[in-house]
């Protein structure tokens, strides 16, 4: 179903009530529940409540948890709500740099069960994965996040009343159904391509080529965002967005392959979730940072707009304001608006610029990933009963 909500959510909001979008979800989840309790036998160690509450790592979570929401709150806030220079931003981004500091430490020194255990991060072919899953999540996030505002923006300031800030639906003036259904070229292949990937991998055994395959794309494909512009073509705005989505689709997987293939029985569990972290952390710092530049470079534009006379500064919107904008900027005079138009596009080109950057980081991080195989069975003690009954020689 990734990539096929969009359309179903503008369906649903089209040609029925939005809080179907709500109701939707019950029968889905009723569904999947059942399919899980009906099939999904992992064998467990009997342990008491209090053993598995005793094993937690409250100390890791907090001093982490804290960390990360100051160091984003420095991110988010630094040269939009406040200066770069300020206290205000200094004192969170740095007390969260040395929170994670104090976290490493505790998960070294303190913590008896840490919550991300140091030995994890030994192998050269996992740590690839693991900071693979990062960026991984920063760029793509950080691509779809924006290019919301891209079609809703500098496409939609026109004199036809934009419905809502769906992709397409101001672009085109199509309707709500039509606009969500327009999203899919950057959408649907994500899901196709890491089902091609698994299978790839299942009868390969290797992993490493198809890594730096997917980097290559989503670096390629992120890059060429930047070629978008008001009055692009339906080439430009729908065909290249399939080549980041085919990278995106590899590169959901494939950074636990590479974690898999390395990591020792006894730790696969907590490895494999770390991946998944990982990639949330990513798409955390992605939209923060994306935020960061869009805001401090549309204020930079419009200034230098107002220097021009293009935009009368009773008409001023600032980078804050900017995502929230369109329905304000559709009153004014029309070129106000057609400057408005590439403000924004121009604003979001240096985002791709950042997120193709950071992009190319990921390829070079994905050189370090070994020509491992991942035919070495599954010895892990978090696995299915039927594997573990094989293992023990029993009946299945």
Same mark, same amino acid.
């Given at each position: 179903?990734?990539?096929?909500?969009?359309?179903?959510?503008?369906?649903?909001?089209?040609?029925?009530?939005?809080?179907?979008i709500f109701w939707i979800n019950i029968p889905v989840c009723v569904i999947t529940i059942s399919g899980?309790?009906?099939?999904?036998?992992?064998?467990?160690?009997?342990?008491?409540?209090?053993?598995?509450?005793?094993?937690?790592?409250?100390?890791?979570?907090?001093?982490?948890?804290?960390?990360?929401?100051?160091?984003?709150?420095?991110?988010?806030?630094?040269?939009?709500?406040?200066?770069?220079?300020?206290?205000?931003?200094?004192?969170?981004?740095?007390?969260?740099?040395?929170?994670?500091?104090? &976290?490493i430490l505790v998960q070294w020194k303190i913590s008896k069960q840490p919550m991300m255990p140091l030995?994890?991060?030994?192998?050269?072919?996992?740590?690839?994965?693991?900071?693979?899953?990062?960026?991984?999540?920063?760029?793509?996030?950080?691509?779809?996040?924006?290019?919301?505002? &891209?079609?809703?923006?500098?496409?939609?300031?026109?004199?036809?009343?934009?419905?809502?800030?769906?992709?397409?639906?101001?672009?085109?003036?199509?309707?709500?159904?039509?606009?969500?259904?327009?999203?899919?070229?950057?959408?649907?292949?994500?899901?196709?391509?890491?089902?091609?990937?698994?299978?790839?991998?299942?009868?390969?055994?290797?992993?490493?080529?198809?890594?730096?395959?997917?980097?290559?794309?989503?670096?390629?494909?992120?890059?060429?965002?930047?070629?978008?512009?008001?009055?692009?073509?339906?080439?430009?705005?729908?065909?290249?967005?399939?080549?980041?989505?085919?990278?995106?689709? &590899?590169?959901?997987?494939?950074?636990?392959?590479?974690?898999?293939?390395?990591?020792?029985?006894? /730790?696969?569990?907590?490895?494999?979730?770390?991946?998944?972290?990982?990639?949330?952390?990513?798409?955390?710092?992605?939209?923060?940072?994306?935020?960061?530049?869009?805001?401090?470079?549309?204020?930079?534009?419009?200034?230098?707009?107002?220097?021009?006379?293009?935009?009368?500064?009773?008409?001023?919107?600032?980078?804050?304001?900017?995502? /929230?904008?369109? /329905?304000?900027?559709?009153? &004014?005079?029309?070129?106000?608006?057609?400057?408005?138009?590439?403000?924004?596009?121009?604003?979001?080109?240096?985002?791709?610029?950042?997120?193709?950057?950071?992009?190319?980081?990921?390829?070079?991080?994905?050189?370090?990933?070994?020509?491992?195989?991942? /035919?070495?069975?599954?010895?892990?003690?978090?696995?299915?009963?039927?594997?573990?009954?094989?293992?023990?020689?029993?009946?299945?």
């Amino acid at each position: 179903m990734t990539g096929y909500q969009v359309p179903i959510g503008g369906a649903i909001g089209q040609y029925t009530s939005w809080r179907w979008i709500f109701w939707i979800n019950i029968p889905v989840c009723v569904i999947t529940i059942s399919g899980i309790i009906y099939s999904l036998h992992l064998h467990q160690e009997i342990t008491s409540l209090r053993s598995k509450v005793a094993r937690i790592d409250y100390l890791g979570i907090l001093v982490f948890v804290a960390s990360m929401t100051l160091l984003l709150f420095g991110l988010t806030t630094g040269g939009t709500t406040n200066p770069w220079n300020s206290v205000n931003v200094l004192a969170p981004l740095t007390i969260g740099l040395s929170g994670i500091a104090i &976290f490493i430490l505790v998960q070294w020194k303190i913590s008896k069960q840490p919550m991300m255990p140091l030995r994890i991060f030994s192998n050269r072919s996992a740590n690839a994965g693991f900071l693979g899953a990062f960026i991984h999540g920063l760029v793509l996030w950080a691509s779809a996040y924006y290019m919301i505002i &891209f079609v809703s923006s500098s496409l939609a300031l026109t004199k036809v009343p934009m419905l809502t800030m769906l992709q397409f639906l101001g672009a085109l003036q199509h309707s709500l159904f039509k606009a969500s259904v327009e999203t899919l070229p950057g959408s649907a292949p994500i899901a196709l391509s890491g089902v091609i990937s698994n299978l790839i991998v299942a009868k390969t055994m290797r992993f490493q080529k198809q890594t730096w395959l997917a980097w290559i794309l989503l670096t390629t494909g992120t890059g060429l965002n930047a070629l978008m512009r008001p009055y692009s073509n339906g080439g430009i705005l729908y065909a290249l967005r399939i080549i980041p989505a085919i990278g995106g689709g &590899f590169l959901f997987q494939l950074p636990v392959f590479a974690v898999q293939s390395t990591t020792i029985d006894e /730790d696969l569990g907590v490895a494999t979730s770390m991946v998944t972290f990982f990639r949330s952390l990513g798409q955390s710092v992605g939209v923060a940072v994306g935020g960061t530049v869009f805001q401090n470079e549309f204020n930079r534009l419009i200034h230098k707009a107002v220097v021009r006379g293009e935009i009368g500064t009773e008409f001023v919107i600032t980078g804050a304001k900017a995502a /929230d904008a369109y /329905d304000e900027i559709r009153k &004014f005079p029309g070129n106000v608006r057609e400057s408005y138009r590439y403000v924004y596009a121009d604003s979001l080109r240096v985002i791709w610029y950042v997120t193709t950057a950071i992009a190319v980081a990921g390829f070079l991080v994905s050189l370090g990933v070994r020509n491992e195989s991942m /035919d070495r069975g599954n010895n892990s003690t978090q696995r299915f009963k039927e594997e573990k009954k094989k293992k023990e020689g029993g009946p299945v």
